[in-house]
């Protein structure tokens, strides 16, 4: 089956890659959550517009992405969050919270989607968070979870 990506997938691509998969994968799962849309010669045409979208937030280049990336692995990054006895929070921590809060240290603008986790985020403490800058960059730091 092919389609056109619409979001990041892990693994297959990036928005606007007209790929082939199997079928079931295509049909059950990428195309109800939003990640694809099927491939016709019509839709082709709206990926050039997906493209220049995606050139216009993302990082230039790789000099850029270095840049960033040390400007990143440089930041004291907190987060206040509430929580109950214990440090236990209420919910959990969400990269668009991350984000947030590495504008809030003095960094750069991110893409949530961007952000990866250890895994979810339900007490105080420090935590390693990932961001993927550029297929070949990934910054690292330290997040700070504090009891606010």
């Not at 799962?29 to 839709?43: C, E, N, V």
């Not at 040390?70 to 206040?80: P, T, W």
């Amino acid at each position: 089956m092919k389609i056109i990506l619409t979001q990041e997938v892990s693994g297959l691509g990036t928005p606007g890659d007209i790929v082939e998969v199997k079928s079931g994968y295509g049909r059950n799962y990428l195309l109800p959550q939003g990640f694809a849309i099927a491939w016709t010669k019509g839709a082709e045409k709206q990926v050039t517009l997906i493209k220049r979208a995606r050139s216009a937030r993302e990082i230039r280049d790789l000099d850029h992405a270095n840049e960033v990336k040390a400007q990143l692995e440089g930041l004291k990054v907190s987060l206040k969050a509430r929580a109950g006895e214990g440090g236990r929070l209420f919910g959990s921590v969400t990269p668009a919270e991350i984000v947030d809060a590495v504008k809030a240290a003095g960094g750069p603008t991110l893409d949530r989607r961007r952000v990866e986790l250890p895994g979810h985020i339900k007490s105080t403490g420090t935590y390693p968070v990932r961001v993927k800058l550029h297929p070949e960059v990934t910054a690292r730091f330290d997040l700070n979870v504090v009891q606010g």
